[in-house]
């Protein structure tokens, strides 16, 4: 099946410095990933939507110059949270849909990377 | 405002009996719905789904009903195993970009 691979699982980092968080998908080319953050016992919510080759689609509230997002090729995109402060600690996740092989077609659904553990000290 | 809402955050259930797990929705737009569990500090793995031209799919022991006019879809597990014990996520998609929404989750526990 559609395979989404997420890189690093797991990153602490410094209050003011930058962090980037991989998502590939690894059998299949997808046009769009989706980017998630989830808070404790919270559900996913959605960041932003990736297509490759264009900006970044951002959800009401959060901030496009704080989380940067490329989606360079049709099998990686990329989250850098800049200046990254403890509020910004969470659970980040990435999804992918694709448009050949494994997780495409109009009623394909996502699939998700195993997502990346920030904390910010 | 809650696009996708489930109202149980918590639902027991004995080993063998039958799970059910709700979930609404508000957007008209939704056209294709989707159900995911999840364990802490992993991705949702994905289960079953339904287009929204159909009224039921049907997967092993997971069985997922939609009712369009009421927006109302449920998810249905029989029989209930310890290992189904994690949290639900009932998601909806739509929209431009086809974006999908999360419902806020029920955590599931088969007591065995």
């Known amino acids: 099946g559609a395979v989404v691979s997420q890189h690093p699982s797991r990153v602490i980092c410094k209050s003011g410095t930058s962090v980037k968080i991989e998502c590939r998908s690894l059998d299949f080319q997808a046009t769009t990933m989706f980017w998630y953050r989830q808070f404790p016992k919270q559900s996913l919510m959605l960041m932003a939507t990736s297509n490759e080759g264009s900006k970044a689609t951002y959800e009401q509230g959060v901030e496009k110059d704080k989380f940067l997002i490329n989606h360079a090729s049709l099998t990686l995109s990329t989250l850098t949270v800049t200046s990254a402060h403890p509020e910004d600690s969470s659970f980040y996740i990435c999804?992918?849909?694709?448009?050949?092989?494994?997780?495409?077609?109009?009623?394909?659904?996502?699939?998700f990377g195993n997502g990346t553990r920030l904390t910010v000290t | 405002d809650q696009q996708v809402k489930q109202n149980s955050p918590s639902l027991s259930v004995q080993e063998g009996r039958i799970s059910i797990l709700n979930c609404d929705y508000t957007?008209?737009?939704?056209?294709?719905f989707l159900w995911y569990k999840k364990y802490p500090a992993e991705g949702p793995t994905f289960l079953i789904s339904?287009?929204?031209?159909?009224d039921k799919n049907e997967d092993g022991r997971f069985t997922v009903f939609l009712n369009k006019s009421a927006k109302h879809l449920s998810l249905h597990i029989v029989p209930s195993q310890p290992g189904d014990s994690a949290v639900y996520f009932c998601a909806a998609r739509g929209g431009f970009y086809d974006k999908v929404i999360f419902g806020p989750g029920t955590s599931l526990s088969v007591i065995p």
């Open positions: 999804s992918a849909r694709g448009i050949s092989g494994a997780g495409t077609g109009d009623n394909s659904p996502l699939h």
């Open positions: 957007n008209s737009m939704f056209d294709y």
């Open positions: 339904i287009s929204s031209i159909k």
